[in-house]
């Protein structure tokens, strides 16, 4: 190994776990940066004692990619160490492709993991790349968690996603597969303008007089990420001291909401909606904006799959029935991702909204000393169309409700990263 490729491989380990994860996945759709992560990471594994594991997603998009996903196989075998390729089926051909495309393998790869026990997935993405993200949402006015572009390291349907190659450039990966005389393949959609990421990569080249670089962006990007931590704590903070959690409701002081700094309002209104609603993205600007406004003129409103219901100096966040009416789920299942309903062993019952039907069939609602419209949208027991329990709404009937995340996991989910 030359002393570039062991500064290389340093440089990947330093943006990695420091305790690695003993069953790492990585990504490799077979171009030149995933590729050259997969050789760096196969010496790193095999330094470490980690079982590495390789995964390619095969969007049946174009007529080489089953070729391509093969040819990663095959680099995968001569690494001996195991391959799988993961097809995306039953695309209907609506929304915008490349962002369905994206969830898509996020999906699947996180799903592949969970499969085969792997706790933590590496991807390819490049400083190049996180140039090109900071450049696309400076062009949309982002805001501070925008500009800090791609993260390091984030949590996707419970595995963690790491990005070792961010501080590396698109060119040195380059240099370093010509060395090790590894092959590649370039994606043609990579030379196609009518993509907004294509537009930004052409248009770095251009700044470039300016000053505005690749190294430049990054750069922006952390330092945006310094002050989203900040920002982030700072929300933490403030909500240790205005909110209080009720059953899975979360109750805001309002007064002290009032007196808070507007990016820090709208950050603790985001993160409470995403906490209830788990969305997995944040609402619209305007939407949010509308909300705080409302928490000012003291009047309810509805964001994200939330109600915000005031009521004498406390907002109270609650599931809205609209958004979960549709959602069931067998005893013993999440309900809604958020509760566990469990109970006797009977055959035939399910896991819904509470909703009218089941208030109507319920002793008495008000003891609970919640909002009639804050119980419709929490689980109940039915057995077709009889209400048999409703823990949240005080009918417990040998039945009990418990959240999956709690107090302490909502706190948490306020730093954004």
């Known amino acids: 190994m030359t002393s570039d490729s062991k500064s290389l491989r340093d440089q990947v380990r330093a943006l990695l776990p420091g305790d690695l994860s003993r069953r790492l996945g990585v990504a490799v759709s077979g171009g030149g940066d995933s590729v050259a992560l997969l050789d760096l990471l196969a010496g790193i594994a095999a330094t470490e004692g980690v079982s590495l594991f390789v995964a390619t997603v095969d969007h049946g998009l174009r007529p080489d990619s089953a070729d391509e996903a093969a040819g990663v196989a095959d680099l995968a075998r001569r690494l001996n160490l195991p391959h799988e390729t993961l097809r995306w089926e039953g695309w209907d051909g609506s929304g915008n492709l490349q962002d369905q495309a994206r969830r898509a393998r996020y999906r699947l790869l996180t799903e592949w993991a969970e499969r085969n026990g792997v706790e933590a997935i590496a991807l390819g993405h490049t400083a190049d790349d996180q140039a ?43 240099e370093h597969l010509r060395e090790r005389d590894l092959s590649w393949v370039e994606d043609p959609s990579n030379q196609d303008l009518r993509y907004d990421r294509i537009k930004a990569r052409d248009a770095l080249a251009h700044l470039e007089p300016l000053g505005i670089t690749t190294n430049t962006l990054v750069r922006v990007a952390q330092n945006m990420a310094q002050a989203r931590d900040a920002l982030d704590r700072y929300t933490q903070e403030t909500a240790r001291t205005l909110v209080r ?6 109750l805001l002081d309002r007064n ?13 209104l985001v993160g409470i909606v995403g906490w209830i609603g788990g969305a997995g993205y944040p609402p619209r600007s305007s939407a949010v904006q509308q ?4 928490v000012q003129d003291n009047a309810p409103a509805v964001l994200g799959g939330c109600l915000l219901l005031p ?41 819904r909204a509470l909703g009218e039907e089941g208030l109507r069939q319920l002793p008495d609602w008000r003891v609970t000393g919640r909002p009639r419209a804050a119980l419709a949208g929490t689980p109940a027991v039915w057995k077709g169309d009889e ?16 959240l999956v995340a709690g107090s302490e996991e909502f706190f948490t989910s306020l730093l954004s990263h």
Do not use: H
């Open 291 to 294: 909300a705080v406004k409302a």
């Open 132 to 174: 090109e993200t900071v450049l696309m949402r400076l062009a949309r006015a982002a805001g501070v968690n925008g500009l800090a572009g791609m993260p390091a390291q984030r949590i996707e349907n419970g595995i963690l996603l790491l990005r070792p190659l961010l501080g590396i450039t698109r060119a040195r990966l380059r």
């Open 256 to 268: 002290g909401f009032l007196a808070l700094p507007d990016e820090i309002s709208r950050r603790l």
């Open 311 to 351: 009521s004498g100096g406390v907002v109270r966040f609650c599931r809205e029935y609209n958004a979960v009416r549709d959602v069931t789920a067998m005893p013993g299942e999440a309900w809604d991702r958020r509760w566990v309903v469990k109970g006797p062993e009977i055959q035939g019952l399910s896991v």
């Open 387 to 402: 209400l048999l329990a409703a823990p949240v709404a005080g009918f417990a009937a040998e039945w009990s409700a418990d």
């Open 245 to 250: 959690i009720d059953a899975g409701d979360v």
